[in-house]
């Protein structure tokens, strides 16, 4: 496969990946399909990190990975009570 290809494959999945988090989030039900809506949320959400927000409970950025962090784990244990393998 040709260099290429290869890069545009890769970065394509990386892509779809990344539309799959915002579905897990539950952000396209809650957003009704909205696009612009979406994108607005995301452009906020930039816009927090860029100006360095702080809360008091740690910065922005290490709450939501956590959060995230913990979403990924309880999947991975209703998969393994379950039986389920949809993520591999």
Known sequence: MRDWAKARRERTHHLIELGGLVQKAGLVDLTDDDRATLL???????????????TASGDLKTRWRRAGLHAFDSDREHDRTTGRRDHD
Do not use: T
């Not at 607005?40 to 927000?53: N, V």
């Open 40 to 54: 607005g949320a995301l452009l906020d959400i930039a816009g927090q990190l860029r100006e360095g927000r702080n």
